[in-house]
């Protein structure tokens, strides 16, 4: 973030703070519950954005070196991450090409080749179709080009590695950003490393906990114990770059910044 940008938030916060007053837009609207509850629009939800939009899956620091490899479940997909020889993260779907079953069952190793637990058909890093056993008896003809491992579009950018699920074979992860990109770029991600992940599994839909998180309206109440001490009470705001937004929750020592 640009540090004049930075002053024009702080300054804007500031003045909300004195006013006593959140940040509001001019118009607000009730939505339906049905923006939850609808399975309609959650297939819609999925198609346009969860499988057509780049996301991230995992950080660099999880492919350090060639020959790396993590596996995932994505959008409910299972994705095999590997590290090429030429230093290339790859992302397939996690599948083996002839009678579909897991292809690694490891959550992480390093490995260049993938062996089916099923029947032993065998794939490299880079997802090319390596041994196939009994293959001129068992699959005369066989094109072994036309079964590699089916490929993810993937891109390594800021520091993490992001997948879509178009058909597209390449995407432009700047592009998708547009001027979010440099706010990105500038975390400097790639520099950390992942020490400890975490996973949970909550019976809700997605809208609900992406809503919860870009209000600091809840802080003092269901937070009062932790973190509240730690922030400004409802007191936020916010920018929107295309489909992007960025959320600012102040800390209580922002008056101390006037």
């Given at each position: ?154 891109e ?10 178009d ?33 949970r ?13 870009i ?40 008056p101390?910044?006037?």
């Open positions: 973030m640009q540090k004049s940008t930075e002053l024009e938030l702080i300054d804007e916060l500031l003045e909300l703070h004195e006013r006593r007053s959140p940040y509001l837009d001019a118009d607000w609207q009730r939505p339906s519950p049905e923006r939850y509850l609808s399975s309609d629009i959650f297939q819609r939800e999925n198609a346009r954005i969860f499988h057509r939009l780049p996301h991230i899956v995992a950080h660099v620091s999880e492919l350090p070196d060639a020959g790396d490899f993590i596996t995932r479940d994505s959008m409910g997909r299972p994705l095999l991450l590997t590290r090429g020889d030429d230093g290339a993260a790859r992302a397939f779907y996690n599948v083996c090409r002839h009678r579909g079953a897991r292809l690694e069952r490891d959550g992480a190793g390093c490995r260049r080749r993938f062996s089916c637990p099923y029947h032993a058909w065998t794939y490299n890093n880079a997802g090319e179709l390596v041994a196939v056993p009994h293959e001129k008896s068992g699959f005369p003809g066989l094109e072994r080009e036309e079964f590699g491992l089916r490929r993810v579009a993937c390594e950018y800021a520091g993490w590695i992001w997948i879509a699920f058909d597209a074979r390449d995407i432009d992860v700047a592009a998708h950003l547009g001027e979010m990109a440099g706010d990105m770029l500038a975390m400097r991600a790639a520099d950390y490393v992942i020490v400890e992940t975490t996973g599994d909550t019976a809700a839909n997605w809208k609900i906990l992406v809503e919860g998180g209000e600091s309206y809840h802080f003092r109440v269901a937070h009062r114990n932790t973190i509240a001490p730690l922030f400004l009470d409802n007191l936020s705001t916010y920018r929107r770059f295309g489909p992007h937004m960025r959320s600012v929750l102040p800390r209580s020592t922002l101390e910044m006037k």
